[in-house]
């Protein structure tokens, strides 16, 4: 990746400084707004590095097309590693000549190695410019690319490294789809982010979460991004699918329990490893069924150990009255393939509805299946692939989620001694979708080590900058505190919460074997009670995604 000082739009130099991007919405400048909130996000960005102007006309027209050309100026100039001047118009292509006004931008696109041009020579400015080759122009000039077998076609380097860098657009967009000027802004929008090392508050920003929250929270939404097309009959996603010779996995394997974020594609809910033993087969259908009927997923994603997208499966609402089905077909001569006896590991994905759509809270999500119908390369007849190792965890949809518990204190310190001594404290950070509350912590369980000459009495809650504290009961090692209050446990979306443990402390006279921690242990899990229990202002929640031990306070001696 090319370091960015500078940043050329409309043949002016416009100073870029690096970790300086502002999130702020500035979308309703366009006569045409509003748009949506994730749209607005990206539009928001580039207009303001000066990458998009919008129309003569004042609108910006986000479900409006753009052609090759047009799409290779905004890339050009949303990346200040490459600068253009007028003196670079040349007629490098038989369709571009130097007096176009797009030609300094292509000539100097085709000089970096971002285009090359179709088999017939030509550059083709007129044609509206595909998901892939705006992929490969982007991949390009950030220099971002992934390993690949010599087999596989010439976008695949590119669809790999974008999606490992968390970069591919989070919409149900076919890799040989048009791209709107919306899904533009959007693409070219985390390619920028990426590149400042802010592309976790630009997808914070995409939710409608301010950029002062967005360094709190992780890019787990990102980074699990991947684009199929919205057909039933998905023969353009899948002519584009195949394996990659990699050995490294694109995706987070094997699936584990997720809260399911509304309005969002999760990480794998589920996972099987297929095999065809008699011959190389090609996939012809996906079938997966749920334990139960879920209102709030729009569609299933089905991807690859390497992370190549294989297809989308809406739901069939045709042959399963029961709403559990969810089903595809794929045609054309590039299908995903298995080869003879070598095992492939299939991740199904859930593309979630968001709030407006009918996204719900605390669902649980449980895949009953997954089944494979191929066709023989040999035989040309229809066949099951063998599937082993079977992987479904049970999953909770959210509008909010607790992203991380960490210790607020220094590692270790000598014991304090006297009353209300502070012997813990614990910073907490969450997000909430566009529209929902805040998270709020409700109820919360230490666990205390200590040598039997240090006693403890009167455990109180308290946080920062407040006086307010709540009594905290014990039971053996447990110190449990709870009904937090909502001023006290609300885990707001523009900064985290500290929560500060106090207690009395004594200690044996002539002890001099003293010792005392506080930690948040177990992480929980769907109907079994973690250390945090909290709610997103619809579902209560036992439990964090997150490691076990959440966080050790201070080791006091």
């Known amino acids: 990746m090319r370091k960015r000082t500078l940043l050329l739009a409309l043949g002016v130099l416009i100073p870029l400084a690096a970790n300086a991007l502002d999130f ?17 996000a990206g539009i928001s960005l580039l207009t303001s590095i000066g990458a998009v102007q919008g129309n003569p006309n004042g609108t910006f027209t986000p479900l409006r097309t753009l052609n090759r050309a047009e799409f290779v100026k905004i890339a050009l100039a949303s990346h200040a590693g490459t600068p253009v001047s007028s003196s670079d118009a040349a007629s490098c292509f038989p369709d571009v000549h130097a007096g176009d006004w797009f030609s300094s931008y292509v000539c100097v696109a085709k000089k970096s190695g971002a285009i090359s041009g179709y088999p017939d020579g030509l550059f083709h400015p007129e044609r509206s410019v595909n998901y892939v080759e705006a992929l490969k122009i982007l991949c390009e000039l950030n220099a971002i690319s992934s390993a690949t077998a010599p087999a596989d076609p010439w976008y695949q380097k590119y669809i790999l490294a974008a999606r490992a860098d968390g970069l591919l657009l989070p919409s149900p967009v076919s890799y040989g789809d048009s791209l709107t000027r919306g899904q533009m802004a959007r693409l070219a929008a985390g390619f920028v982010a990426f590149a400042q090392g802010q592309l976790a508050q630009y997808r914070q920003a995409e939710l409608g979460i301010s ?13 699990s991004v991947s684009s199929t097309s919205s057909s039933s009959v998905s023969s353009s996603s899948s002519s584009l699918s195949s394996q990659s010779s990699s050995s490294v996995s694109a995706v987070e394997l094997p699936a584990r329990s997720h809260f399911l974020l509304i309005g969002q594609l999760s990480k794998p809910i589920s996972n099987a490893t297929f095999r065809s033993p008699l011959e190389p087969v090609r996939v012809t259908s996906i079938i997966v069924t749920l334990k139960r009927k879920i209102t709030s997923i729009d569609s299933l994603e089905i991807v690859d150990q390497n992370g190549t997208d294989i297809g989308r499966l809406p739901l069939d609402d045709v042959y399963d009255p029961n709403d559990l089905t969810y089903r595809a077909l794929f045609t054309g001569t590039g299908a995903y393939e ?9 991740a199904v994905e859930a593309r979630m509805k ?26 040309q007849e229809s066949q099951g692939a063998t599937q082993t190792n ?25 014991l304090p001694v006297g009353s209300a001594q502070m012997l813990a404290a614990f910073t907490l950070s969450g997000m909430a979708v566009s529209g929902a509350p805040s998270p709020q912590v409700q109820n919360m369980d230490f666990q205390v080590s ?6 403890v009495t009167n455990w ?12 905290c009961s014990v039971n053996d090692t447990i110190v449990s505190c709870l009904t937090i209050p909502t001023d006290m446990g609300t885990v707001d979306v523009t900064q985290p919460r500290t929560l500060q443990l106090f207690g009395d402390v004594a200690v044996d006279q002539g002890a001099t074997n003293r010792m005392l921690q506080v930690q948040l242990s177990d992480a929980g899990a769907i109907g079994t009670n973690g250390a945090v229990r909290w709610t997103d202002g ?15 306070g201070p080791l006091w001696r």
């Open 538 to 552: 619809a579902t209560y929640f036992t439990w964090t995604e997150l490691q076990s031990p959440l966080a050790n």
């Open 24 to 40: 702020t919405d500035v979308s309703s400048r366009y006569k045409d707004a509003p748009f949506s909130t994730s749209e607005a």
């Open 354 to 379: 968001s709030r407006d759509e009918g996204g719900i809270s605390g669902d649980l999500v449980q895949v009953d299946t997954i089944q494979l119908i191929t066709q023989g390369e040999w035989s």
């Open 211 to 223: 950029s002062s929250s967005a360094s709190s929270s992780s890019s787990s939404s990102s980074s």
């Open 338 to 346: 298995l080869p003879k006896d070598v095992e492939r590991t299939l």
């Open 390 to 414: 079977f992987i479904f965890p049970m999953h909770q949809t959210t509008q909010g989620d607790i992203l991380s518990v960490t210790n607020a204190m220094a590692a270790n310190g000598s």
């Open 460 to 471: 109180q809650l308290g946080t920062q900058n407040s006086a307010e504290r709540i009594p």
């Open 450 to 455: 200590k040598s039997s000459s240090v006693t």
